[in-house]
Structure formats: C-alpha cells, structure tokens
C-alpha cells in the first residue's frame, strides 16, 4: 500500500507568488493534517480536514488556505509567499478524525527567495 | 498557552541507553506521542502513551505521568542509525490530527 504521498518534494518560488502544495493520502484515510516545520523546529499545526470539511486551524495568517477533495486528497495553498515561509511542509493522514495515529508523508520541502 | 520542553541535543554511544525527557505545560490532554526524524525525511511514530506507566517496544521504550506533565522516552542497545530528532508532541483534545509538537532533541550515536 502507498503511503501519505506528497507533491512536489522541492520548490523554489520568489517573494509574493502563490504556491499549492498536495497531499494524497492513505487508502481508506479521511483525515488530512497539514504541519509547517522550520529548520530546527517542531512542525506546527496549520489546518486539518475531515470529510472535506475544516475540523481545526492553528495560529496561521489567512495567507494560508486549504481544501479536502471528495478523493480526500488535500491542497495547501499559500498567498503573498514570505521569506518566512521557507519550510517543510508535512502532511498527515490517518483513518478518522480522532483516530490515535498520524502518519506523514515526506513533506516538501519550500524555499521563497 | 501550550508549552513543550525537550533537551536541544544529547550524544550517546553505541550499545548504550539513552533518556530522552519531555516535560508539558498544555490547555488540554489527549495522549502524548514520540516521532523519530531522520534529517530531511519526515517524522516516523515511536510510540503513544495516554495513561501512566510505561510502554515498551522493542528497543525502545515511553513512559507518561500525567500529575507530572513528563514524559521520557528511552532507547536501549542504541545504535547508530538511532542519531535522529525525536520529537515529543501532546494531543489536547480528540482531533487524531492536531497535535501541539516540541521542537525535538537531535540525538547523535558515536561509535
């Protein structure tokens, strides 16, 4: 079975552009959770989806946005890219919404210049 | 507000065991989690624990106090594909996919 599959793995935008980044999840998941990680840090809570539907959001401008398709594959996108915004960006599948485990995908990896 | 403390680094040697501690400070709790992070790669699970006591698998092991809001993980046998960030991360409430996450312990094995 394929994992929590992530697109692109890399990408380089510049200061103002927009960027979409998808998730697919695990067959059978329902719950799509997107985390950002800064070099250093632990990833932080952005959004998670549930039946298409937003379930939570953490402490994210409204630059960033998201949406959960009927497949449960995910986008993020994010508006007005800063320098700041240069990260890994983690998704997470897992089978419900208050299931016990999450399980990432390899992430990608985001660099605004 | 939430807080998650974990040592930065700590270095250890081949075939040793190491400790790993977490201490927190969360609105909420709803289970506490161990991911292992290679560099560039993402967090793999280690284990969760929800109530007191200990949890073992394998090599590795976690232990939870609640009354305490400590947590540590400990590896045994270490080995060197075990240098990794581990990351500790607390579950306030039911949502399985929001969890508040320390900013991890780099833990490097020498030979």
């Known amino acids: 079975d394929a994992g929590v599959t992530q697109s692109p793995t890399h990408l380089i935008k510049t200061r103002g552009q927009h960027v979409t980044l998808r998730c697919s999840p695990i067959?059978?998941?329902?719950?799509v959770s997107w985390y950002q990680q800064v070099l250093g840090q632990g990833p932080q809570f952005i959004f998670q989806y549930y039946e298409k539907e937003e379930r939570g959001r953490g402490n994210f401008p409204d630059r960033f946005s998201a949406r959960q398709f009927p497949n449960y594959s995910s986008e993020l996108n994010v508006n007005a890219l800063l320098l700041g915004d240069s990260a890994l960006y983690l998704c997470?599948?897992?089978?419900?919404?208050?299931?016990?485990?999450?399980?990432f995908g390899q992430g990608t990896r985001l660099t605004v210049v | 507000g939430q807080n998650i403390d974990q040592p930065t680094e700590m270095t250890a040697t081949e075939g040793a065991i190491v400790q790993i501690n977490c201490t927190y400070q969360t609105s909420g709790f709803n289970g506490l989690f161990w991911y292992q992070q290679h560099a560039g790669e993402a967090p793999t699970f280690l284990s969760y624990n929800v109530l007191d006591g200990l949890e073992e698998k394998g090599r590795f092991s976690s232990f939870l106090s609640r009354s305490k809001g400590y947590s540590y993980l400990l590896l045994k046998e270490l080995q060197m594909k075990d240098s990794a960030s581990y990351l500790c991360a607390v579950r306030e409430g039911t949502n399985a996919g929001k969890s508040t996450f320390g900013d991890g312990t780099t833990l490097t094995v020498k030979p």
């Open positions: 067959s059978g998941h329902k719950s």
């Open positions: 997470a599948s897992s089978l419900g919404r208050t299931n016990t485990e999450a399980f």
